[in-house]
């Protein structure tokens, strides 16, 4: 196996640096010239503050604003950080050992740095408040959904447990609150067709060989609202949000099924109902069966009065 070339910049903020490979092929004549065509989200004014602070650097360290351009060569350095609102919900911690740490992320908090969240994910808040360097996720969970996620503490062990997660062998639960149709035959089994589109918020269901499966099933209901369980056997974009708006109960809280809405990010107001209950899995490392549960519910369930008036929850 290749062995990762170790970055020449330390992580900062929990975060590795970004790497830049230079083309074999290219006219620029400084490595300064690349970047401003290379980056042109970032003024080049700040491309050459970062020049002169050594914020750049390949290999053999800092490089002159004036270095020539080396075909195939690499540079790193560290990204500016967006203005980040902060997610005032804690993580949970319900397991760790030497291999692997079970969290249960609150609603809101990305699992991983993207676009504008990258301080405020759960990856980096865990890295810096547990000073775990290396710790990465087997798998993600939605922004706005809530739940289980499983970390990988030891490198070494990360590919065991990532691959568990693509071959299918973790069961999943979930549970949504959305309304109750007792028109609705349940449990059924859902299959169809997903695809996501870069650049398109929404994942859409089409017709084709299905990619995507997922038991659903009824397990109480009151005042015309229904808790259900969901047991995904695929992992596509949005797949439960999309089988339960398919059903015609969509996921109370959905801002993107039925419609698009726009919901500005520092609005934690109610949260999308759902919530990924359980992991149970052969561990690929001891062989000893796993089950993890969470301590969280869903505030519609409990108080849907408090969740439908935008009352806070934790």
């Known amino acids: 196996m290749r062995r990762r070339q170790q970055p020449p910049l330390p992580k900062r903020h929990g975060l590795d640096p970004a790497r830049l490979r230079l083309p074999e092929e290219g006219d620029w004549a400084t490595i300064r010239d690349h970047l401003v065509e290379r980056l042109p989200r970032v003024p080049a004014a700040r491309i050459d503050e970062l020049l002169r602070e ?20 690499a540079v790193w350095f560290h990204r500016d950080l967006p203005n980040e609102v902060e997610v005032p919900f804690e993580l949970g911690i319900v397991y760790r050992d ?111 060989e299905p990619n995507a499966e997922t038991h659903i099933e009824l397990l109480e209901h009151r005042d015309g609202l229904g808790r259900y369980r969901l047991r995904p ?15 015609g ?14 919901k500005p990010v520092d609005d934690y ?11 149970e899995f052969p561990d690929p490392i001891t062989r000893e069966p796993r089950r993890f549960e969470t301590a969280r519910t869903l505030q519609a369930w409990d108080d849907y009065a408090g969740w439908a008036a935008g009352e806070p929850s934790v």
Do not use: C
């Open 54 to 73: 050594g914020g750049i650097v390949d290999l053999d360290g800092p490089i002159a604003p004036d270095a020539a351009y080396v075909p195939g060569g």
């Open 233 to 247: 056997r695929t992992g596509r974009t949005h797949q439960l949000r999309l089988h339960m708006n398919g059903l």
């Open 98 to 208: 030497e291999s692997i740490l079970i969290v249960d992320k609150p609603h809101f908090l990305s699992t991983i740095p993207r676009g504008q969240h990258i301080l405020q994910t759960a990856l980096v808040r865990l890295r810096r408040e547990l000073d775990l360097p290396d710790l990465i996720p087997a798998h993600r969970l939605d922004r706005v959904t809530a739940g289980l996620v499983l970390f990988v503490v030891d490198p070494a062990r990360r590919g065991a447990y990532q691959t568990m997660f693509h071959k299918r062998l973790v069961h999943k639960e979930y549970e949504a609150i959305a309304r109750f149709d007792p028109e609705l035959e349940l449990p059924r089994v859902i299959h169809s067709r997903i695809i996501k589109e870069k650049q398109i918020l929404q994942a859409f269901e089409v017709d084709g």
């Open 249 to 262: 109960i969509p996921i109370l809280g959905d801002d993107f099924y039925p419609e698009l809405t726009d």
């Open 269 to 279: 107001t109610r949260p999308l109902q759902l919530l990924a209950s359980a992991l």
